[in-house]
């Protein structure tokens, strides 16, 4: 059914409407009688519905103008007016045609059973064209109409009066409704606005602005002012709201949303408002109300989200439990660690995730919630959804309603069963390593096994050993738990090719735990030897040292299955196992070599004996006896051990020295005096070395201390001795030295009686010769040494003294020496001086035949080992076609001589003058 409402007012016009439509009719709409009479003339609805008293056309002209048109005529109207509601405006509809007068208001139920009644009656008649029509009441007239409609225009315009007054009225009551709501406002931090929905011109109070961080003053107060200062990202969710406000779809305009402050920085508002003005027709003028700071809330709400997320997102399993015992909450760490869902489990009893036995926990737990008594790290085990069991740390926290009361209470859990698992395995491991300690490398093997066992709920546990020479595996325990059958570790029953061991040999090739929860459906499986358990299902694990198996430790028949877990605990107890057996192995050996070194060292000659790092005596041979006439035990009681053994004049060296080697210095047969218990002193000499261990750790030192009496007195005997060869020495050569010098004075005396020139020229040859050797001993005279000589100033003295020999006759000869400073063992030396001799004296008598003046140099110098000298002048040189080895000069013959005994080279260099060149070893 369609129907055309026609009224001015559109509050009425959508109430109207709303009542219509909730019974399934279609509805059209007008604001007045022209509109209408379109409308119903394009639409033709099967009922018209319409007010008294609207603009333009009221409804009496409305309804004359409807039944004036043939097309029109027989729809049916309803007068629905409060307008128009006495009886001569009643009286007036029938006549002209319409089918009922209402007045407003009317409960819509009673409108739309008069509607329904008026369409039955309607079908009743039949065809509206057929039916008779009524003819209306023209007594009336049109100066009947006229007077009703001048009446209530006057009534009217009474009312509009009033209604004038009234909205003065009303308007001053906003204002002061405003200003006390601003007065009531002062006192908090809520601040004021209006916003002109025809101007979009707005208003704020001063705690509006203050929340902007900005003076009243300085915020734009049109709606684009305030959209500018609306975080982008909410701006649509704004508008979205007004507009539902607006439209009438909700009650009021609420909005939280982020606006700039005045800092730049973005804070959150609540902001609510109501339609406080509207026109006559509804539609809203002003719009009103107050803006409040959220910005502490909002982070709060984020902070308690934050929380939420991290109780969701936490592996710890978050529990909510009620008083009586129900799970209210559950977080996804909780679903991990029971396996149950939050569909699952919210509203099941917490007995579920105890085990059977553990009745007594859960009983526990929930009456010290009950008493408001708070549980930390209580140690329990709880059962998953798939039956198994963990061990969880469970702490909880009863929660408390405003007044105090317990409502709830949280639970955290946390699975432990590693470190449960982990303690365990340590706890295995302490015990084993403790047992070791006074038990032998068997019996701790096979209390191994023993907690493997128990660890793993095994029936059976087995040891091999692996022999890589000769490809075995060595049987050490086969354990079997009812009986604690023991296999021996020796026989031939005990060894068995890794070739032919079926499964056992490829673990050893595989070097990867295995398992066989299925274990006689294996095909390579070779069976067991007789008497053996049989074997369900098996777990085996390599022990490894490096990328070599040592081992292959296994259990099993364990009641379930086997897993990684399992896995974990065999492979670290196993492990642990052989270091046990290395260090027992090492222990045996350490022993065994501590016996034969205590062998050697208790009854070596030496004095021995070890100092501890905090200066303690740890051990003496029993050597100090026959040395020092102590027992080790007296010296073992001794303070400062071995100070007291040590000659008072010696004790401060020999302490300060020991000192440094607590400090890890080493020293090497320090010489020292000890007193002997019976009193008697004796030389002794002690070197020492630091002992440290494998982590470079000091452990003190050990010293070795050799009775050196019979040496130091052989030592001074010898240097006694030795002193009184030195003092022969150094007379023999002053002696040597006066003798030489004698025959050199009696050869030159006796030169001036020898008128043979050439007699006389070999004895001076003679006598340089003897000077030359002379000057060596004038220099060891010099000398500290007796066997060694300054090489330097022997050839400094050679030279000056051949200089000033020949400068008489030859005074325009200069000679110069450089001679790099080194020392010469005498043996070298009168060689050296002859060779020197020689060469200079050459030089001098004929490298200048026809010139008074020339120079002659000598250059000495070491290197790589060698010694190299060089004699040489700037004379006429060597004769053409000389050749020094055929030469018949005495001189040379000497040279070359004095060369041979020095192991030496000799040559000339050509060039200007003559140079030779002489070279030995230093």
Same mark, same amino acid.
């Given at each position: 059914?369609?129907?055309?409402?026609?009224?001015?007012?559109?509050?009425?016009?959508?109430?109207?409407?709303?009542?219509?439509?909730?019974?399934?009719?279609?509805?059209?709409?007008?604001?007045?009688?022209?509109?209408?009479?379109?409308?119903?003339?394009?639409?033709?609805?099967?009922?018209?519905?319409?007010?008294?008293?609207?603009?333009?056309?009221?409804?009496?002209?409305?309804?004359?103008?409807?039944?004036?048109?043939?097309?029109?005529?027989?729809?049916?109207?309803?007068?629905?007016?409060?307008? *128009?509601?006495?009886?001569?405006?009643?009286?007036?509809?029938?006549?002209?045609?319409?089918?009922?007068?209402?007045?407003?208001?009317?409960?819509?139920?009673?409108?739309?059973?008069?509607?329904?009644?008026?369409?039955?009656?309607?079908?009743?008649?039949?065809?509206?064209?057929?039916?008779?029509?009524?003819?209306?009441?023209?007594?009336?007239?049109?100066?009947?109409?006229?007077?009703?409609?001048?009446?209530?225009?006057?009534?009217?315009?009474?009312?509009?009066?009033?209604?004038?007054?009234?909205?003065?009225?009303?308007?001053?009551?906003?204002?002061?409704?405003?200003?006390?709501?601003?007065?009531?406002?002062?006192?908090?931090?809520?601040?004021?606005?209006?916003?002109?929905?025809?101007?979009?011109?707005?208003?704020?109070?001063?705690?509006?602005?203050?929340?902007?961080?900005?003076?009243?003053?300085?915020?734009?107060?049109?709606?684009?002012?305030?959209?500018?200062?609306?975080?982008?990202?909410?701006?649509?969710?704004?508008?979205?709201?007004?507009?539902?406000?607006?439209?009438?779809?909700?009650?009021?305009?609420?909005?939280?949303?982020?606006?700039?402050?005045?800092?730049?920085?973005?804070?959150?508002?609540?902001?609510?408002?109501?339609?406080?003005?509207?026109?006559?027709?509804?539609?809203?003028?002003?719009?009103?109300?107050?803006?409040?700071?959220?910005?502490?809330?909002?982070?709060?709400?984020?902070?308690?989200?934050?929380?939420?997320?991290?109780?969701?997102?936490?592996?710890?399993?978050?529990?909510?439990?009620?008083?009586?015992?129900?799970?209210?909450?559950?977080?996804?760490?909780?679903?991990?660690?029971?396996?149950?869902?939050?569909?699952?489990?919210?509203?099941?009893?917490?007995?579920?995730?105890?085990?059977?036995?553990?009745?007594?926990?859960?009983?526990?737990?929930?009456?010290?919630?009950?008493?408001?008594?708070?549980?930390?790290?209580?140690?329990?085990?709880?059962?998953?959804?798939?039956?198994?069991?963990?061990?969880?740390?469970?702490?909880?926290?009863?929660?408390?309603?405003?007044?105090?009361?317990?409502?709830?209470?949280?639970?955290?859990?946390?699975?432990?069963?590693?470190?449960?698992?982990?303690?365990?395995?340590?706890?295995?491991?302490?015990?084993?390593?403790?047992?070791?300690?006074?038990?032998?490398?068997?019996?701790?093997?096979?209390?191994?096994?023993?907690?493997?066992?128990?660890?793993?709920?095994?029936?059976?546990?087995?040891?091999? +050993?692996?022999?890589?020479?000769?490809?075995?595996?060595?049987?050490?325990?086969?354990?079997?738990?009812?009986?604690?059958?023991?296999?021996?570790?020796?026989?031939?029953?005990?060894?068995?090719?890794?070739?032919?061991?079926?499964?056992?040999?490829?673990?050893?090739?595989?070097?990867?735990?295995?398992?066989?929860?299925?274990?006689?459906?294996?095909?390579?499986?070779?069976?067991?030897?007789?008497?053996?358990?049989?074997?369900?299902?098996?777990?085996?694990?390599?022990?490894?040292?490096?990328?070599?198996?040592?081992?292959?430790?296994?259990?099993?028949?364990?009641?379930?299955?086997?897993?990684?877990?399992?896995?974990?605990?065999?492979?670290?107890?196993?492990? +642990?196992?052989?270091?046990?057996?290395? @260090?027992?192995?090492?222990?045996?050996?350490?022993?065994?070599?501590?016996?034969?070194?205590?062998?050697?060292?208790?009854?070596?000659?030496?004095?021995?004996?070890?100092?501890?790092?905090?200066?303690?005596?740890?051990?003496?041979?029993?050597?100090?006896?026959?040395?020092?006439?102590?027992?080790?035990?007296?010296?073992?009681?001794?303070?400062?051990?071995?100070?007291?053994?040590?000659?008072?004049?010696?004790?401060? +060296?020999?302490?300060?020295?020991?000192?440094?080697?607590?400090?890890?210095?080493?020293?090497?047969?320090?010489?020292?005096?000890?007193?002997?218990?019976?009193?008697?002193?004796?030389?002794?000499?002690?070197?020492?070395?630091?002992?440290?261990?494998?982590?470079?750790?000091?452990?003190? *030192?050990?010293?070795?201390?050799?009775?050196?009496?019979?040496?130091?007195?052989?030592?001074?005997?010898?240097?006694?001795?030795?002193?009184?060869?030195?003092?022969?020495?150094?007379?023999?050569?002053?002696?040597?030295?006066?003798?030489?010098?004698?025959?050199?004075?009696?050869?030159?005396?006796?030169?001036?009686?020898?008128?043979?020139?050439?007699?006389?020229?070999?004895?001076?040859?003679?006598?340089?010769?003897?000077?030359?050797?002379?000057?060596?001993?004038?220099?060891?005279?010099?000398?500290?040494?007796?066997?060694?000589?300054?090489? @330097?100033?022997?050839?400094?003295?050679?030279?000056?003294?051949?200089?000033?020999? +020949?400068?008489?006759?030859?005074?325009?000869?200069?000679?110069?020496?450089?001679?790099?400073?080194?020392?010469?063992?005498?043996?070298?030396?009168?060689?050296?001086?002859?060779?020197?001799?020689?060469?200079?004296?050459?030089?001098?008598?004929?490298?200048?035949?026809?010139?008074?003046?020339?120079?002659?140099?000598?250059?000495?110098?070491?290197?790589?080992?060698?010694?190299?000298?060089?004699?040489?002048?700037?004379?006429?040189?060597?004769?053409?076609?000389?050749?020094?080895?055929?030469?018949?000069?005495?001189?040379?013959?000497?040279?070359?001589?004095?060369?041979?005994?020095?192991?030496?080279?000799?040559?000339?260099?050509?060039?200007?003058?003559?140079?030779?060149?002489?070279?030995?070893?230093?």
């Amino acid at each position: 059914m369609k129907i055309l409402i026609v009224d001015d007012n559109a509050e009425d016009r959508q109430l109207l409407k709303l009542n219509i439509m909730h019974h399934g009719s279609e509805v059209i709409e007008a604001k007045d009688g022209l509109e209408g009479l379109e409308l119903a003339g394009r639409q033709l609805p099967d009922l018209i519905i319409s007010d008294g008293l609207m603009p333009k056309m009221d409804g009496f002209q409305f309804l004359r103008a409807l039944k004036a048109d043939p097309m029109l005529e027989p729809i049916p109207f309803v007068f629905y007016s409060a307008s *128009y509601a006495g009886e001569h405006e009643e009286g007036l509809a029938l006549s002209l045609g319409a089918e009922a007068f209402a007045v407003k208001p009317m409960e819509p139920t009673e409108l739309w059973v008069k509607i329904c009644a008026i369409m039955d009656a309607r079908k009743k008649q039949g065809d509206a064209r057929k039916r008779k029509k009524s003819k209306p009441n023209r007594e009336l007239g049109l100066e009947d109409y006229s007077r009703i409609v001048a009446t209530k225009l006057e009534k009217k315009i009474v009312e509009l009066e009033i209604a004038l007054d009234r909205q003065k009225a009303s308007e001053l009551s906003l204002r002061d409704s405003e200003r006390k709501l601003q007065m009531a406002l002062s006192g908090s931090d809520t601040g004021w606005w209006s916003l002109d929905l025809r101007t979009d011109d707005g208003e704020i109070d001063e705690r509006a602005a203050g929340i902007l961080g900005r003076e009243a003053e300085e915020v734009g107060l049109r709606r684009s002012d305030w959209y500018e200062l609306t975080h982008p990202d909410d701006r649509q969710l704004v508008d979205e709201r007004l507009k539902d406000y607006l439209a009438g779809i909700t009650p009021a305009f609420e909005s939280e949303h982020r606006i700039r402050h005045a800092s730049g920085r973005w804070i959150w508002v609540s902001a609510k408002g109501k339609i406080i003005q509207r026109l006559e027709d509804g539609t809203p003028l002003r719009i009103s109300g107050t803006m409040h700071d959220i910005s502490d809330r909002k982070s709060a709400e984020e902070k308690k989200a934050l929380l939420a997320a991290i109780v969701q997102s936490s592996d710890d399993a978050i529990i909510g439990l009620s008083m009586n015992g129900s799970i209210t909450s559950w977080n996804f760490g909780a679903e991990k660690t029971y396996g149950y869902t939050e569909n699952e489990i919210v509203g099941g009893p917490l007995s579920l995730l105890f085990r059977p036995e553990g009745e007594d926990d859960k009983t526990s737990i929930l009456e010290k919630l009950r008493n408001g008594e708070h549980i930390e790290h209580f140690e329990t085990i709880q059962q998953k959804k798939d039956g198994q069991f963990i061990y969880a740390s469970l702490s909880s926290a009863p929660i408390l309603d405003a007044n105090g009361e317990i409502v709830a209470a949280s639970i955290i859990v946390r699975d432990i069963s590693s470190s449960k698992h982990a303690e365990m395995i340590m706890r295995a491991r302490l015990r084993l390593l403790e047992y070791s300690v006074s038990h032998s490398t068997a019996e701790s093997i096979r209390t191994a096994m023993d907690e493997i066992e128990k660890l793993t709920d095994s029936e059976i546990g087995f040891y091999f +050993f692996l022999e890589p020479e000769r490809k075995s595996l060595v049987m050490w325990c086969w354990i079997i738990k009812s009986d604690r059958n023991l296999c021996p570790a020796s026989g031939d029953n005990c060894h068995c090719d890794i070739d032919i061991a079926g499964v056992w040999g490829d673990y050893v090739r595989d070097k990867k735990p295995v398992i066989h929860n299925d274990f006689v459906s294996l095909l390579n499986r070779k069976g067991m030897p007789d008497g053996h358990v049989p074997v369900n299902r098996e777990l085996v694990v390599p022990i490894m040292r490096g990328e070599t198996v040592v081992a292959i430790i296994g259990v099993a028949n364990k009641a379930s299955d086997y897993d990684e877990n399992d896995i974990e605990k065999v492979s670290l107890l196993g492990d +642990f196992s052989w270091d046990i057996i290395e @260090r027992k192995r090492a222990e045996d050996a350490l022993r065994k070599s501590e016996e034969r070194f205590r062998a050697i060292a208790d009854y070596t000659s030496d004095w021995e004996y070890w100092i501890g790092p905090d200066g303690e005596l740890l051990w003496v041979n029993p050597t100090v006896l026959r040395i020092t006439g102590y027992t080790p035990e007296e010296c073992a009681a001794m303070p400062d051990y071995p100070l007291p053994l040590v000659h008072d004049q010696d004790r401060t +060296f020999i302490s300060a020295r020991f000192e440094e080697a607590k400090s890890g210095s080493s020293g090497d047969d320090v010489a020292f005096r000890a007193r002997k218990k019976d009193g008697t002193v004796i030389w002794a000499a002690v070197s020492w070395q630091s002992i440290l261990d494998e982590q470079d750790r000091n452990l003190g *030192y050990r010293a070795s201390v050799r009775d050196i009496t019979d040496r130091v007195l052989a030592e001074k005997e010898l240097a006694r001795s030795l002193e009184e060869k030195v003092m022969l020495l150094k007379e023999l050569k002053h002696r040597t030295k006066n003798n030489l010098s004698i025959v050199s004075s009696l050869l030159r005396f006796n030169i001036g009686e020898i008128t043979d020139e050439r007699a006389c020229r070999i004895l001076r040859e003679a006598i340089d010769r003897i000077e030359t050797i002379s000057s060596i001993y004038e220099q060891l005279n010099l000398s500290d040494n007796i066997d060694i000589l300054d090489l @330097r100033a022997y050839v400094t003295n050679l030279v000056s003294s051949l200089d000033n020999t +020949f400068s008489s006759g030859n005074s325009g000869i200069t000679i110069k020496a450089s001679v790099e400073d080194m020392d010469i063992k005498l043996r070298f030396a009168v060689p050296v001086g002859l060779i020197l001799n020689e060469l200079i004296t050459n030089a001098y008598k004929y490298a200048f035949p026809s010139r008074k003046a020339g120079k002659i140099r000598v250059d000495i110098s070491r290197a790589g080992g060698m010694v190299t000298m060089k004699v040489s002048d700037d004379g006429c040189g060597m004769p053409d076609g000389f050749d020094p080895e055929k030469s018949e000069s005495l001189g040379l013959k000497i040279v070359s001589m004095f060369v041979q005994q020095l192991n030496g080279g000799f040559r000339f260099e050509a060039g200007k003058g003559t140079t030779a060149v002489i070279t030995f070893p230093e």
